[in-house]
């Protein structure tokens, strides 16, 4: 089976040998573009030239391409053969997933056996299931710089997600700049346990976002309102009930902070951190938080539900919330990321669908990658059970909220929590093999999805990860 992650919609291989690849000249739409498709081949291990004799990989836009009748902006078709590489898509973003897949299909040079790189000859259409397909990534618990971002935004193109969605503020820090109220910079140098940590400033949220933009990845920043606001709440005195600053929080528990509707300082707080950040924000949604609050009545949560859905909207942005944004007056468009089934009415999201939200699915059992794989993993949390790579597989988003209908679902994203990560080593290897399997889930459809078949797909680009540098866990449900 061919080695790709996530599986597409239509595959076909000729009776034809593998093409060889001394070289490859890419031809694509413009210069900027054709460095990112030389940045796929060569991570892939394969010589770039511009010599006539190279093989050429012609990319163009096309708006016939990619499975019959599908109209996704993603649509592309990769063809392999008779010497050369094409691909065709109706926007750029198709594009570049045609070359990522490319990218998983090259069997690497072996210089010692004196192997040139190759790559089967295929025909490849495809589109994906899901508009939203994405990654939550907790850089607050323990910081994670620019760098790690941007090792994690290419991890995340890799399996051709759309989304890295950044929380950015918690009980133990603040991790993002506001102009505004620069006082929060004061909050960002704690972690879980203590230690130095830091924050990203207005030109750091500019370069992660045009870094992630070129690769058509959209940076979602995330400011958690109206509980997980210690930190907040450790530099503005002013905004407790008793105008007394909280103590800096080291530690992971969860619900004990909350802002208060009625205190004067608290709307205009609100309005600065939601406006700076919509300004800063290149893509169309800004997420408000809205979990676990657990020391606030329903009526008074209602209310910083709707401050913050008209907030984001005063600013053109999309707003997204967690589930618990369902328990207030949700507008239509309005995304809820639905993560924990306990303790929630059901029927309240149903009727939240039907009243025009949107649903992000990233329920912990299946997609919370900071969960351990099993009881004795050294690193994560169990709260949400053990996740292993087949429970990260083999879950349908559709069938995730009875009696929600399927048509109210916008995609699918993981999660990863830092509680007990500390370094890029240790995040990779609670993300690797178990983001691909969600990649796939939000990717394919149910009926072309196989866990036996992913596990081979995934053991084949193992060595692809570690010529990368991705560390990753060697579950024993992979025969690697």
């Known amino acids: 089976m061919l080695p790709l992650i996530p599986w597409p919609t239509e595959v076909t291989q000729p009776d034809a040998p593998a093409l060889e690849l001394p070289a490859v000249r890419v031809d694509a739409p413009d210069a900027q573009f054709a460095e990112l498709v030389a940045e796929q081949l060569s991570a892939a291990g394969v010589p770039l030239a511009a010599a006539a004799d190279a093989v050429p990989f012609t990319l163009r836009l096309d708006t016939a391409a990619g499975p019959q009748g599908s109209d996704s902006p993603e649509r592309y078709t990769l063809a392999v053969g008779e010497g050369a590489i094409t691909a065709t898509a109706a926007e750029p973003v198709g594009l570049l997933h045609a070359a990522r897949s490319l990218r998983q299909l090259v069997v690497r040079p072996d210089d010692a056996a004196g192997r040139r790189g190759s790559v089967p000859a295929v025909v490849v259409h495809d589109a994906p299931r899901y508009r939203w397909r994405g990654l939550s990534f907790d850089v607050v618990r323990h910081w994670f710089g620019p760098d790690d971002i941007r090792a994690v935004v290419d991890l995340v193109a890799a399996f051709k997600l759309r989304v ?65 606001v210690n930190a907040a709440t450790h530099v503005y005195g002013g905004l407790t009930d008793d105008g007394v600053a909280t103590d800096a929080y080291g530690g992971i528990e969860v619900g004990f902070s909350r802002l208060w509707f009625d205190n004067p300082a608290t709307e205009p707080f609100v309005r600065d951190v939601v406006g700076d950040l919509a300004r800063m924000t290149d893509g169309e949604w800004v997420h408000v938080g809205g979990d676990e609050v657990l020391t606030m009545e329903r009526e008074e949560f209602a209310r910083f539900v709707e401050l913050a859905q008209r907030v984001v909207r005063e600013h ?31 029927d309240r999201f149903v009727a939240a669908a039907q009243g025009g939200a949107r649903f992000i699915m990233s329920p912990g059992n299946h997609t919370y990658l900071d969960m351990k794989y099993t009881a004795e993993h050294p690193l994560g949390l169990q709260w949400a059970g053990f996740v292993e790579l087949r429970d990260s597989y083999e879950w349908e988003p559709t069938a995730v909220i009875e009696g929600l209908p399927a048509d109210a679902v916008e995609g699918v994203s993981a999660a990863v929590w830092t509680e007990t990560l500390t370094t890029r ?42 010529s990368a540098g991705w560390a990753f866990h060697p579950t024993p449900q992979v025969a690697w």
């Open 425 to 466: 080593d240790e995040l990779f290897s609670m993300l690797l093999p178990r983001l691909g399997a969600v990649a796939e889930v939000a990717w394919t459809s149910a009926e072309a999805r196989d866990f036996d078949g992913f596990t081979a797909r995934t053991a084949a680009q193992a060595p692809a990860w570690r």
């Open 316 to 346: 053109g942005k999309t707003p997204v919330f967690w589930q618990e944004g369902a328990r207030g007056p949700v507008e239509p468009g309005t995304l809820l990321q639905y993560w924990e089934p306990k303790g929630e009415d059901l």
């Open 164 to 228: 890295l969605h950044l929380h950015l503020t918690d009980d133990q820090g603040w991790r993002i700049e506001i102009p505004s109220r620069p006082e929060l910079e004061k909050a960002s140098d704690n972690q879980v346990g203590g230690g130095s940590a830091g924050y990203l400033t207005v030109e750091d949220f500019r370069a992660l976002q045009d870094y992630a933009g070129a690769r058509h990845v959209t940076i979602v920043p995330e400011f958690d309102m109206p509980g997980h």
